[in-house]
């Protein structure tokens, strides 16, 4: 059964620096999030892309972060400017089109900010 | 926005028995609800969905309730097993464009005791 997978599963970044984490849907997927969970937490809502643009995007998504779909497989979400309060563990999901509901999410990425 | 609450935030039941989580809801346009189980580390794994026009669903030993008047939803796992352990969270979601992002509970740690 296809999975959505992300990359890398564990980043440890200093205070400052920009990190991109990436992730491929599932291949016949048209709509995209980012949700993070920091740890012992709810799962939030970063962001959602569709059609090469974003369709929502939550408070947390400030000025810092932003998404792109470079290629018709990758879809990424990049914080420039990390800040210790970013640690936590994000999530990619993707979900089929219109009238299917379903979000199917990936393993997450580990950051870690020090 | 919406505001998801769930409870318990713990729940600890016997082998075999029944366990109940409940979650309300804030927006009564939400019409699609979800819940998810994550284990220790991985990924929320979707497990059973209700869409606002039905009030109940069931899939094996799990089945979801829906009570739109009141906005609040449950999930019910009969005949538990120690494979059951795990978070569950439940979400909410407004359907429609191109959005359907999902709003968290805080989750239910649920241990099944052998």
């Known amino acids: ?11 440890v970044t200093q205070m400052g620096q920009e990190v991109i984490l990436r992730c491929v849907p599932i291949s016949n997927h048209l709509y995209f999030y980012w949700y993070r969970q920091i740890l012992g937490q709810k ?7 569709y059609n090469n643009e974003i369709s929502e995007k939550s408070e ?5 972060f932003s998404v792109e779909r470079p ?10 400017s990390t800040k210790l309060e970013d640690s936590a563990m ?7 089109g219109t009238g299917m509901y379903e979000q199917y999410f990936g393993p997450g990425t580990r950051l870690t900010v020090t | 926005g919406e505001n998801v609450e769930q409870h318990p935030s713990t729940l600890s039941v016997q082998e075999g028995d029944s366990a109940v989580i ?3 809801y804030s927006d009564s346009a939400s019409n699609y609800f979800p819940w998810y ?11 059973i969905d209700i869409r606002s026009n039905v009030g109940e669903k069931k899939d094996q030993r799990i089945a979801v309730t829906l009570n739109k008047t009141a906005k609040h939803f449950s999930l019910h796992i009969t005949e ?18 191109s959005n359907y992002k999902l709003t968290f509970g805080k989750g239910t740690l649920l241990t099944v005791n052998p």
């Open chain 1, 90 to 96: 994000y999530f990619c999901a993707s979900r089929t």
């Open chain 1, 1 to 11: 059964e296809p999975e959505v997978t992300q990359t890398p599963s564990h980043q």
């Open chain 2, 37 to 47: 189980k994550q284990e220790l580390g991985k990924r929320p794994q979707l497990i």
């Open chain 2, 80 to 97: 538990t097993q120690p494979e059951d352990s795990a978070v569950y969270f439940c979400a909410a979601s407004r359907g429609g464009g």
């Open chain 1, 43 to 49: 799962v939030e809502f970063l962001v959602s892309f």
């Open chain 2, 22 to 24: 409940k979650c309300t």
């Open chain 1, 60 to 64: 947390i998504f400030d000025d810092q």
């Open chain 1, 71 to 80: 290629d018709g497989s990758n879809f990424t979400l990049k914080i420039r």
